[in-house]
């Protein structure tokens, strides 16, 4: 092979190059193409094998058409169970005595040659894990199939035999970056397919939503529990839909909080977990993540970093104000909730949703106070 690879200064060269080699393993022209078909794909044969709009999706009854095996394991050897109900059966969260792989991957596929098929693997929940988030890890695994490409009379990942072909030194790397590249897209993929545009363009008129203002985050949860997503899933896939929003300055974020961890760090941090909304208002760019400081300018939020806030159902109205490098200050404006986190207990998560305006041109940072207490009602 003639290629020479260096990493370093041109690591983006070579990294192009492994994009290219893999959507040719994949037979596509592009990633975007790639995210379409699979998209396409799955969504064609949900329409094919029952009622595509009722709710929430459901992907057991296309197993068979993608060789996928109907029996999933769990990520704890000699253990499997039948796919009923939504995908991942009921019984997979009730099995007693069943050991428990404590931080092991959410799932995976693999194709057994012995069954000459794909099998998916679950990591066995703990009883708080929500079936919402494991519908969507049983929805990512179903996508990686769809990045396997076929050898002789068996299937193997396109990433490994991408990789593999690739001078030895290059191979992890490559591995690596590419492997990264497909969570990303079975993510998206993922999310397109539980929450389909055409469904969502019914089911969920965002302008509507905020044209509610203080009922967005009841929207939110009432959609997530109607399409079977978590919040925070439908959060994301409303960024790719969110245009007319975006243009008047709405915002939503989920922003997560925790104080320290097992006591090793004393100081509480905040940050955006993710969202969407303009990212320019008037001339002025929008502070987001990692610009946007959120404990430190809103005594609100280190308040329930602290754990001074802890119970009840905690929402307010909220004003804050941000100055930007420019000397341009931008006001948030709207509401908040605090919202459980599936992914960890030591974190609060917090839903902030409502508008953007430029406040001023001074350059003097002000900091907004939330207007409501820590009674846990609702301020207007
Ligand atoms: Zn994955």
């Known amino acids: 092979m003639s290629v020479s690879y260096s990493l370093g200064q041109d690591s983006e060269v070579a990294r192009r190059s492994w994009l290219r080699r893999y959507c040719d393993a994949l ?28 709710l929430p999706i459901r992907l057991a009854p296309v197993l068979d058409r993608f060789q996928i095996c109907r029996h999933i394991e769990a990520i704890v050897s000699g253990w499997a169970s039948e796919v009923e109900g939504f995908g991942v059966p009921p019984s997979l969260f009730d099995e007693a005595g069943c050991r428990f792989v404590r931080g092991g991957h959410e799932g995976e596929i693999y194709y057994n040659e012995r069954l000459g098929q794909f099998v998916i693997r679950i990591r066995q929940p703990c009883a708080a894990r929500d079936r919402n988030r494991l519908r969507f890890t049983f929805a990512h695994e179903v996508a990686h199939r769809l990045f396997f490409v076929s050898e002789g009379n068996r299937w193997v990942r396109a990433v490994v035999r991408v990789s593999e072909e ?11 970056y590419l492997g990264r590249v497909e969570e990303k897209l079975c993510n998206r993929i993922a999310r397109r397919v539980l929450i389909p545009d055409t469904l969502l363009a019914t089911v969920w008129p965002v302008d509507r939503w905020f044209a509610e203002e203080k009922r967005f985050a009841d929207e939110l949860l009432h959609n997530a529990a109607v399409f079977g997503v978590s919040p925070i899933t439908l959060l994301v896939r409303l960024k790719d839909v969110s245009r007319p929003v975006r243009e008047t300055g709405h915002f939503a974020v989920w922003a997560c909080a925790r104080y320290g961890e097992r006591g090793l760090s004393p100081w509480p ?40 806030i802890t119970s009840g159902r905690l929402e307010g109205h909220f004003a804050l104000t941000v100055s930007q490098r420019s000397g341009t200050a931008i006001q948030w404006e709207g509401w908040w909730r605090a919202m459980p986190s599936a992914r960890n207990q030591a974190e ?16 003097v940072p002000r900091v907004g106070r939330s207007t409501n207490n820590s009674t846990g009602e609702a301020g207007d």
């Open 27 to 54: 037979g596509v022209a592009s990633l975007k193409d790639l995210e379409s078909r699979c998209t396409r794909a799955l969504l064609r044969a949900i329409a094919e094998t029952g009622n595509p709009s009722k």
């Open 166 to 176: 690739l001078p030895e030194e290059f191979r992890t790397q490559a591995r690596w």
């Open 269 to 308: 941090t905040a940050r955006i977990i993710t969202g969407f909304g303009p990212e320019r208002v008037g001339d002025t760019s929008v502070p987001w993540y990692p610009g946007l400081d959120l404990h430190s300018r809103w005594p609100l939020v280190a308040d329930l970093v602290r754990g001074q």
């Open 348 to 363: 609060t998560a917090l839903l902030l949703w409502g508008r953007l305006r430029v406040a001023g041109h001074n350059g």
